[in-house]
């Protein structure tokens, strides 16, 4: 059975830094690309940043650009999301994806964690 299961999240003061892990188990997704999304209650799920299966290229929400970094170890077979510079407006449900056809396209990733709680207070 394939699973994804983030870790890290929590509360953090604005300005402040969290980074998230999620460990896959089941498969390797060593050849997959691999996805970080948030979702606020009420509002539709949005990407925040994308990573090859080799990690040469990444991509990045407009919101999060030059203050989160993706990255991954593929012998953990674990995906990371650092997170700089939180803003109130980054509290959300993040949750962590695979294997999609197309990284921008959450409608393509193949598989899905259940979530971590980040909350960044002001």
């Known amino acids: 059975q394939v699973q994804l299961v983030e870790s890290g999240g929590g509360l953090v003061q604005a300005g402040g830094s969290l980074r998230l892990s999620c460990e896959a188990s089941?498969?390797?997704?060593?050849?997959?690309?691999m996805g970080w999304f948030r979702q606020v209650p009420g509002k539709e799920r949005e990407f925040v940043a994308a990573?090859?299966?080799?990690?040469?290229?990444?991509w990045y929400g407009d919101s999060v650009r030059g203050r989160f970094t993706i990255s991954r170890d593929n012998v953990k077979n674990t995906v990371y999301l650092q997170m700089n510079s939180l803003k109130p407006e980054d509290t959300a449900v993040y949750y962590c994806?695979?294997?999609?056809?197309?990284?921008?396209?959450?409608?393509?990733?193949?598989?899905w964690g259940q979530g971590t709680q980040v909350t960044v207070s002001s």
């Open positions: 994806a695979a294997r999609p056809r197309r990284v921008l396209e959450q409608d393509d990733y193949q598989y």
């Open positions: 089941g498969r390797t997704f060593s050849r997959d690309a």
């Open positions: 990573i090859t299966g080799g990690g040469r290229s990444t």
